[in-house]
Nanobody, 125 residues
């Protein structure tokens, strides 16, 4: 079983930046497409960003395009989410996820089968 552990969440002011990290417990990390999702109470989990196994392809949700950057370091078994120009509506629990299917880079929550525990991001206005 691969464990995903997120870190880097916290409290930040509007317009500030945070970088989230998600580290996998096994070196098979490089075989997985990775994604970031977020969720606020009472709402469905929202797609934020995803990245291919090599890092050569990335996708973003409309609400974060131009502000967030997803990247990965396969040598460190880690995927990152650089969040810039943060807004109050970015406040959520952020989850990283792994898609063990080798053939896609999905934006759909249901395609991801491994999940981290989540890290809280709060943007104060």
């Amino acid at each position: 079983q691969v464990l995903l552990v997120e870190s880097g969440g916290g409290l930040v002011q509007v317009g500030g930046s945070l970088r989230l990290s998600c580290t996998a417990s096994r070196r098979t990390f490089s075989s997985y497409a990775m994604g970031w999702f977020r969720q606020t109470p009472g709402k469905d989990r929202e797609f934020v960003a995803s990245i291919s196994r090599s890092g050569g392809s990335t996708y973003y949700g409309d609400s974060v395009k131009g502000r967030f950057i997803i990247a990965r370091d396969n040598d460190l078994n880690t995927v990152y989410l650089q969040m810039n120009n943060l807004k109050p509506e970015d406040t959520a629990v952020y989850y990283c996820a792994a898609d063990t299917s080798p053939l896609r880079v999905s934006t759909q929550e249901g395609d991801y089968d491994l999940w981290g525990q989540g890290t809280q991001v709060t943007v104060a206005s």
